[in-house]
């Protein structure tokens, strides 16, 4: 089993649609990342949460520490939201980030 | 400046080149990381240089060779490579590892590919 599990894996939306991407992790952890990759790009943290809930734009994430539990909203998605969304936690003694496999998101328009 | 630069972008290069892909930060970062990912994969560590000293090498074959030449740059020297070589090679860095919640700063990352 993995470390860190996302769901779903692909995603596709209509434009304007509230988007719900899911992250559990089964190790301790010190703090949760939201990435984000553009196909063929580079990776973008979007938000570091170690807990309660972060806002940034349409952007939302919530972490839940006794569950072991984070989600990304994305509000009135467009689509130059398509891209891979990756959860990582950094839980290692090297500071490391332990990926989850990402979730491809697909807006049409 | 809250950017990780690497170069080049891209480089296609032959099994038995040498070759060096570099990464620079001015954030006064501490720790800096070297991740290899495969198309449609997540990232896979290869190094973490602590405090200019390398801290983590995940099993990674010898002919990658990491360089921390000074807190703001990270080299990675590649020689006989082989085409499963190929991949997206990304840098990271953050405050300093052992620190909980800094944020992680990612490269564009190198786009290699081994003929």
């Known amino acids: 089993k993995n470390e860190v599990e996302q769901s779903p894996q692909n995603l596709t939306a209509q434009e304007g649609e509230f988007i719900t991407i899911n992250c559990s992790y089964s190790v301790g952890i010190s703090a949760l990342h939201w990435l984000q990759q553009h196909p063929g790009g580079g990776i973008v943290s979007l938000f570091m949460?170690?807990?309660g809930k972060k806002k940034h734009g349409r952007l939302i994430a919530t972490i839940n520490i006794q569950e072991k539990h984070s989600s990304l909203h994305i509000t009135a998605s467009h689509p130059r939201d398509s891209a891979v969304y990756i959860c990582a936690v950094k839980g290692g003694s090297q500071g490391n980030l332990i990926f989850g496999k990402g979730t491809k998101l697909s807006v049409k328009p | 400046d809250t950017e990780v630069t690497q170069t080049p972008k891209h480089l296609v290069m032959g099994m038995t080149n040498k070759k060096s892909l570099k990464c620079e930060q001015h954030?006064?970062?501490?720790?800096m990381y070297w991740y290899k990912q495969k198309a449609k994969k997540p990232p896979e560590l290869m190094f973490v240089?602590?405090?200019?000293?390398?801290?983590i090498n995940e099993s990674v074959p010898s002919r990658f060779s990491p360089e921390c030449p000074n807190s703001s740059l990270l080299n990675l020297h590649l020689h006989a490579l082989q085409p499963e070589d190929s991949a997206l090679y990304l840098c990271?860095?953050?405050?300093?590892?052992?620190?909980?919640?800094?944020?992680?700063?990612f490269g564009q990352g190198t786009r290699l590919t081994v003929v």
């Open positions: 240089y602590s405090y200019e000293k390398l801290s």
């Open positions: 990271a860095s953050s405050q300093a590892k052992e620190s909980s919640n800094t944020e992680a700063f």
């Open positions: 949460l170690s807990s």
């Open positions: 954030m006064g970062h501490r720790a």
